[in-house]
């Protein structure tokens, strides 16, 4: 990799433990690599892609259009100032990335267009609304893993012991 910098790129949101952009964060410095925190929406579509891997997108509900930043890419504001508090005291140079759409589809993407190192997603949150979203959507580190041809690192946000029930085992 003479002359560049390597990239990691991570899928981050606003419910997950900081836990995941940690374990980030910790293996781009290892790497000496940038960090790109990614944030997906699904409740918005892209309208256009940049050679950057940035995108310009609008919400797929058209009464939320009046809430669209300017340049139509929209980065939460809460996630932005805990990513910061999070990153800034740390020796690494990172960036937020606002995407839209299936988060499978955007990480991958954006990997692609950047030519990332690796992805680092989080497992799934625990409890009924993260077996429900990953009923509906399947897990994104598994689509990851078999979608395309970079290494995902899945950093486990809940770990159950061995003789525990795994998530999607219990029913609650």
Known sequence: MTGRTAT???GVTSHQPDVVVRQAASLAAALHARLVCAAVDPGHYV???HPDGSVHSLAVDPDA???EPADGALFDPDLLSRLH???DPLDLTWEPRALAGDPTR???HL????DAAMIVVGTREPGVRGTLREFFSGSVAAHLAHRQHRPVLVVPIA???FADDVPWDSTT
Request: proline share 5%; no cysteine.
């Open 106 to 108: 955007a990480l991958a």
């Open 65 to 67: 259009g009046d809430l």
């Open 8 to 10: 990691v790129v991570v």
């Open 111 to 114: 990997a692609e267009a950047i």
């Open 159 to 161: 770990p159950v012991g």
């Open 47 to 49: 309208v256009e892609e």
């Open 85 to 87: 508090a999070l990153l």
